[in-house]
Nanobody, 129 residues
Framework: QVQLVESGGDSVQTGGSLRLSCAAS????????MGWFRQAPGKEREGVAN????????YYADSVKGRFTISRDNAKNTMYLQMNSLKPEDTAMYYC??????????????????????WGQGTQVTVSS
């Protein structure tokens, strides 16, 4: 079993920055891919970014490329999402997810919510114009 706890969500103005954190505990050998998803009210949960924890390969959704950066600190079992140049359309509940995926699925394809078995409780990001 793996437990994920997100933090760092807040309310910011357009153009601002936030850094989300996801602390993982439990059986670290059960996961090799960690990701961030987000869900806005009335919308489907969508993938934002993934990281292959073993080699550090990354995947980004087109909507966040160049603005968001995913990283991890394996010593701390923590993943981060640095979000810059935030826009109102980034407003959503952000979820941390993890599972054991192929490199292709995690980094090349990006995966879907059905690929991830472990989820955090979410942290709210609100961007005002």
């Amino acid at each position: 079993q793996v437990q994920l706890v997100e933090s760092g969500g807040d309310s910011v103005q357009t153009g601002g920055s936030l850094r989300l954190s996801c602390a993982a505990s439990g059986s670290r050998y059960s996961i090799n891919c960690m990701g961030w998803f987000r869900q806005a009210p009335g919308k489907e949960r969508e993938g934002v970014a993934n990281i292959y924890t073993r080699f550090g390969g990354t995947y980004y959704a087109d909507s966040v490329k160049g603005r968001f950066t995913i990283s991890r600190d394996n010593a701390k079992n923590t993943m981060y999402l640095q979000m810059n140049s935030l826009k109102p359309e980034d407003t959503a509940m952000y979820y941390c997810a993890a599972d054991f995926l192929s490199f292709e699925r995690c980094v090349v394809v990006g995966g879907t919510r059905d690929d991830f078995h472990y989820w955090g409780q979410g942290t709210q990001v609100t961007v005002s114009s």
